[in-house]
């Protein structure tokens, strides 16, 4: 079974339809007409909308460190010549080395509501390609934990 078919396999587990409250509607993987609605967003800038989302919620920005469709010099180009409260802070920021254990997963950089991470031996797929270490990363993004500890 591939990923895709893994994840159709998943979400379509009576136990897990119960917890999201989804009941039995038809689940597909892909649908051309959702596809169409949402090439009208694809590659739009939501640059503008930032500084005020900052102000309320915690944003995180991450990337693998092989990412060749967006990379990390990109998402560090965007967030160092974005317009916000604390532009200035956050260019000033510095970068520490995250471990889970004792292994090097990347590199991150917080200031106040916006935390940037590199993620080590990862491509664009993140989440596949260091599963414990994405996991590591969420729960010290959503649990306020440090990654410089």
Known sequence: MNQLELVGYFVTLEELRKALHVGYVRFNITNPIVEDY??????????SSLP?????????????QLDVISGYDMTENFLLNMKHDSAAAY?????????????VAGYAKNWANLTQVLVRNAGHLVPSDQPKWTFDMIVRFVTDINFCQ
């Open 52 to 64: 005020q989302l900052l102000r309320s919620y915690k944003i995180l920005f991450f990337n693998g």
């Open 91 to 103: 260019q000033n920021a510095s970068r520490c080395i995250w471990r889970v254990g004792k292994t």
């Open 38 to 47: 949402l090439k009208q967003d694809i590659m739009k800038s939501v640059a």
